[in-house]
């Protein structure tokens, strides 16, 4: 008898035989990331914003990319995002890993220098474009956790 997949794994969320874009090891938890993970846990995007020159970064690196000073204070983003860059992947990393998938970077606008990643959902993968605008959603992740993607907006 073979081993079973990663999908067929007993005790792994969404058993159901095949895997999506978010199934993988769970990220690591550390001080400059705790912030980021519990607010997405409540549904929420944050970033690093540094309290001496104001600028604002992610992903979160508990120093100031503009000043290097370390006094950070989460930043909320609310509202629409807009696609930067991105790509469709239609490789296969997993085992039963459903392709193609759009993985986007997205800018905010009020928040200079500030670009997440993630996946894009709502629409085929071949409708990213850049500058589309898309809305900041979260979905299950390894581990439990909440994993930021994005929403095609309508």
């Given at each position: 008898m073979s081993e079973p997949t990663l999908a067929e794994a007993p005790g792994r969320?969404?058993?159901r035989g095949t895997m999506d874009a978010t199934t993988g090891i769970p990220p690591a938890v550390t001080e400059e990331t705790e912030t980021f993970w519990a607010a997405a846990r409540e549904?929420?995007?944050v970033v690093e914003g540094c309290s001496s020159c104001g600028?604002?970064?992610f992903p979160p690196r508990g120093i100031c990319r503009s000043c290097r000073g370390r006094a950070m204070i989460p930043v909320e983003?609310?509202?629409?995002g807009v696609i930067y860059s991105c790509t469709v992947n239609y490789q296969r990393w997993l085992p039963d890993l459903e392709v193609p998938y759009a993985i986007v970077l997205v800018e905010f606008p009020g928040h200079p220098g500030v670009r997440v990643a993630g996946r894009?959902?709502?629409c085929p993968p071949?409708?990213?474009a850049i500058g589309m605008?898309?809305?900041v959603g979260f979905e299950p992740?390894?581990?439990g956790f909440a994993i930021p993607s994005f929403v095609a907006a309508g």
């Open positions: 969320p969404g058993d549904g929420r995007l600028a604002e970064s983003i609310a509202g629409r894009l959902r709502g071949e409708a990213a605008a898309v809305e992740g390894p581990g």
